[in-house]
């Protein structure tokens, strides 16, 4: 079978290493596997008419699903990823808001669909932070001042997740995590975050701001609240590190 393939540039193909019986390993090339062990495709196919994989097979990527699937590209400079989940932590008035208001802002301007959701602004920070949406194109989304709730809010992610709209073009502010999710409770993260990976599969870009720990860890590096695993559920975790200067201004990294 491998003769018909040896004109075949084999630089660009993988190999494959596959263990027949308990003491022979053959090296088969990839794209003849198949062939070599003589895998009839009709026996194969017929097996998905097994009614009991229906449930797992309504699930099946099709053409169509990979053909949704917008090329990576950045969303903001080279920091925010489209269609990622992106986590930036960081201690009190280090300059998380700040950086996602002018993230905002921008991402407006290049034709993004922006909703920021601050939940953790006083009613001045709010009436500042309406003036620079309007004035950025942006939409500010406020529970409190509005008579709704986080867990309004909440309900609302998990209807888009489960609704079949395509949003390649929204981004999603969350300040702070903490307002929508119980950080202390492992099981209350991980079920929230798994509403936020639904979102993103349909192409939105998520972006949750979170406190850091008061204490850094024994190697002085900052550790983000809660116990649930931001780095393990997010596609980047971004630590802000500010330090004061001298006129008092703040610069971070």
């Avoid at 034709?111 to 959701?117: I, Q």
């Avoid at 709704?148 to 609704?163: P, V």
Wanted: one cysteine or more; glycine letters at 6%; aromatic letters at 6%.
């Amino acid at each position: 079978h491998c003769s018909r393939n040896r004109n075949i540039n084999l630089a660009r193909k993988e190999k494959a290493q596959l263990a027949l019986g308990s003491y022979h390993t053959y090296i088969l090339d990839f794209f003849t596997m198949t062939e070599i062990l003589a895998v009839s495709t009709e026996k194969v196919n017929a097996g998905f008419d097994n009614p009991h994989l229906a449930g797992l097979l309504k699930m099946a990527v099709t053409a169509d699903h990979v053909r949704s699937i917008t090329e990576a590209k950045f969303a903001w400079r080279r920091l925010f990823v489209e269609g990622h989940m992106i986590a930036i932590a960081a201690k009190s008035n280090a300059g998380k808001t700040a950086i996602a208001m002018k993230a905002a802002a921008e991402m407006s301007r290049s034709g993004y669909t922006v909703l920021y959701v601050n939940a953790d602004a006083s009613a001045s920070g709010i009436r500042e932070h309406h003036s620079h949406a309007q004035d950025s194109g942006y939409k500010l989304v406020n529970p409190d001042i509005t008579k709704g709730s986080a867990q309004g809010i909440t309900n609302e992610l998990r209807r888009l997740a489960r609704s079949g709209e395509a949003l390649s073009q929204t981004v999603v502010i969350l300040d702070t995590l903490k307002k929508f999710a119980d950080l202390m409770s492992k099981s209350d993260a991980k079920d929230f975050n798994m509403v936020l990976r639904s979102l993103t599969a349909k192409g939105m870009t998520v972006i949750v701001l979170s406190h850091t720990n008061k204490y850094e860890d024994h190697d002085g590096n900052p550790v983000h609240e809660g116990v649930g695993d931001l780095r393990n559920d997010f596609d980047e975790l971004i630590y802000l590190i500010p330090v004061t200067n001298e006129d008092q201004t703040i610069m971070v990294s």
